[in-house]
T-cell receptor, first 114, second 113 residues
Framework: DTEVTQTPKHLVMGMTNKKSLKCEQH?????MYWYKQKAKKPPELMFV???????INESVPSRFSPECPNSSLLNLHLHALQPEDSALYLC?????????????FGEGSRLTVL | GENVEQHPSTLSVQEGDSAVIKCTYS??????FPWYKQELGKGPQLIID?????GEKKDQRIAVTLNKTAKHFSLHITETQPEDSAVYFC????????????FGPGTSLSVIP
């Protein structure tokens, strides 16, 4: 199983809503990532969890709240978002340790904030 | 922090021709350089990678070269096919920030049949 599964695939929310994006992997990877991608732009790093602890927060606004309940799951909680937060949110996982390498990406959750 | 530049931003080639995409990185501690292909509606997928102790790596029609002194690396695709049309991203990973993988701005490749 070499898949990263993201749900939902599409999400539309208002600026006062609270919603969550979910990501799951069963490859035994101990690093999990959230990236944000706008149209015609590269993935932009948001958060990294390493061994279920937050290791990188790229100065992301607090209206995005990550959570890593266990080594297979990664959530991104969304609250009071702005229309400019509309984007494709990509989850990725990566093996941790010597010669760490490839990021395995999910297909993304396309978020629209009205 | 790490910065990755990539050129060209768009590239159009005839089927069967070669395509070359070039990247430069800023962090001299970078030691891992992957290339990702992203097709419409999908997440990026690794196509080839190279580590700093190697100058060149090849996998069938795809090759990557690394010049550590100049801090640049390149992707070469030979005998291009229409299914090679996609957006290609280079990336770099610094050994001083182990988990951080930073992407270049991307190259949109179109292969014309």
């Amino acid at each position: 199983d070499t898949e990263v599964t993201q749900t939902p695939k599409h999400l539309v929310m208002g600026m006062t809503n609270k919603k969550s994006l979910k990501c799951e992997q069963h490859m035994g990877h101990r690093a999990m990532y959230w990236y944000k991608q706008k149209a015609k732009k590269p993935p932009e790093l948001m958060f990294v969890y390493s061994y279920e602890k937050l290791s990188i927060n790229e100065s992301v606004p607090s209206r995005f709240s990550p959570e890593c309940p266990n080594s297979s799951l990664l959530n991104l909680h969304l609250h009071a978002l702005q229309p400019e937060d509309s984007a494709l949110y990509l989850c990725a996982s990566r093996r941790r340790g010597e010669n760490t390498g490839e990021l395995f990406f999910g297909e993304g959750s396309r978020l629209t904030v009205l | 922090g790490e910065n990755v530049e990539q050129h060209p931003s768009t590239l159009s080639v005839q089927e069967g021709d070669s395509a070359v995409i070039k990247c430069t990185y800023s962090d001299s501690a970078s030691n891992y350089f992957p290339w990702y292909k992203q097709e419409l509606g999908k997440g990026p997928q690794l196509i080839i990678d190279i580590r700093s102790n190697v100058g060149e790596k090849k996998d069938q029609r795809i090759a990557v070269t690394l010049n550590k002194t100049a801090k640049h690396f390149s992707l070469h695709i030979t005998e291009t096919q229409p299914e090679d049309s996609a957006v290609y991203f280079c990336a770099a990973n610094s050994k001083t920030s182990y988990d951080k993988v930073i992407f270049g701005p991307g190259t949109s490749l179109s292969v014309i049949p």
